[in-house]
T-cell receptor, first 108, second 114 residues
Framework: LAKTTQPISMDSYEGQEVNITCSHN???????ITWYQQFPSQGPRFIIQ???TKVTNEVASLFIPADRKSSTLSLPRVSLSDTAVYYC?????????FGQGTELSVKP | GAGVSQSPSNKVTEKGKDVELRCDPI?????LYWYRQSLGQGLEFLIY????????KSGLPSDRFSAERTGGSVSTLTIQRTQQEDSAVYLC????????????FGPGTRLLVL
């Protein structure tokens, strides 16, 4: 099964760009990569999903290299309200695999 | 429209008792998922229902755990003979068709086994 790994924690300051990378070394060619955000005492919330290259929406960008063994979530100009845990999710051979989450702390 | 709802919000039980957790998915969503999240940990997949197909139970940690989905809508997760290590937040999610799509999560049920 794919093993997904993320940094456990990251610190940033308001206004900076934050990049969080998830490694998924055995993802199949037809799987999407999805990122979720979770605040304390809430369920995760969808941020962005991609299959290859680059995807951008109103809140984030997702970069996926050609080998798809990793993906990078990019949050432009973070604010204090972006302090949360970020999870990557891959589906490999029909199995749902979440990363362990990256706790992002944004400081003023 | 309404999101995914779960009940109860919190449940305290004694070791050895059975508990039932309920999930109401978004109307029209055919895929439903249960996850477990222990304190400070990531999400652990438990079970997945998709339409009328046989559920994927590969994530259930033991035979004390079971789940059903009646009428393709509401789902109940049952934990029999609860143990202290079952204490966690149990999250339910639904998506429109299958596991490749965006999942919408409920707020979770916080279970504490004394």
């Amino acid at each position: 099964l794919a093993k997904t790994t993320q940094p456990i924690s990251m610190d940033s300051y308001e206004g900076q760009e934050v990049n969080i990378t998830c490694s998924h070394n055995n993802i199949a060619t037809n799987d999407y990569i999805t990122w979720y955000q979770q605040f304390p005492s809430q369920g995760p919330r969808f941020i962005i999903q991609g299959y290859k290259t680059k995807v951008t929406n109103e809140v984030a960008s997702l970069f996926i290299p050609a080998d798809r063994k990793s993906s990078t979530l990019s949050l432009p100009r973070v604010s204090l309200s972006d302090t949360a845990v970020y999870y990557c999710l891959v589906v490999e051979r029909g199995k749902l695999i979440f990363g362990q989450g990256t706790e992002l702390s944004v400081k003023p | 429209g309404a999101g995914v709802s779960q009940s109860p919000s919190n449940k305290v039980t004694e070791k050895g008792k059975d508990v039932e957790l309920r999930c109401d998915p978004i109307s029209g969503h055919t895929a439903l998922y249960w996850y477990r999240q222990s304190l400070g940990q990531g999400l652990e997949f438990l079970i997945y229902f998709q339409g009328n197909s046989a559920p994927d139970k590969s994530g259930l940690p033991s035979d004390r755990f079971s789940a059903e989905r009646t009428g393709g809508s509401v789902s109940t997760l049952t934990i029999q003979r609860t143990q202290q290590e079952d204490s966690a937040v149990y999250l339910c999610a639904s998506s429109y068709r299958d596991r490749g799509e965006t999942q919408y999560f409920g707020p979770g049920t916080r279970l504490l086994v004394l």
